[in-house]
């Protein structure tokens, strides 16, 4: 499974991104998918998770009711629509993959992208 994210970069505090995430698998739909961040100096953390058909979601309290994740299992893609952005929400943002899984840990997926960075500025 290979992963690749995009869509990150450079925008005002309240502001909007969209981050994209290509699978290279075969049997996508057979994968929980997360996102996931990471500040300088701090832990990876849990940002947003969907299970394998799209029909449950979680997230981060710190992000929930201004980000939203989704899944296109058709043409292997996975997103994440941030609005409403802070200057705390500057990381590099990563998607993960699990195998017929969906958690909030890091340790609990398999496959991991490259990461994309998002910065908002004040």
């Known amino acids: 499974v290979q992963l690749q994210a995009s869509g990150g970069g450079l925008v005002q505090a309240g502001g909007s991104l969209r981050l994209s995430c290509a699978a290279s698998?075969?049997?996508?739909?057979?994968?929980?998918m997360a996102w996931f961040r990471q500040a300088p100096g701090q832990e990876r953390e849990f940002v947003a998770a969907?299970?394998?058909?799209?029909?449950?979601?979680d997230y981060a309290r710190s992000v929930k009711g201004r980000f939203t994740i989704s899944r296109d299992n058709g043409n292997n893609m996975l997103y994440l629509q941030m609005n409403s952005l802070k200057p705390e929400d500057t990381a590099v943002y990563y998607c993960?993959?699990?195998?017929?899984?969906?958690?909030?840990?890091?340790?609990?997926?398999?496959?991991w992208g490259q990461g994309t960075q998002v910065t908002v500025s004040s």
């Open positions: 969907i299970s394998w058909s799209g029909g449950s979601t």
């Open positions: 993960a993959a699990a195998s017929m899984a969906m958690g909030v840990k890091p340790y609990e997926y398999t496959y």
């Open positions: 698998v075969r049997t996508f739909s057979n994968f929980g």
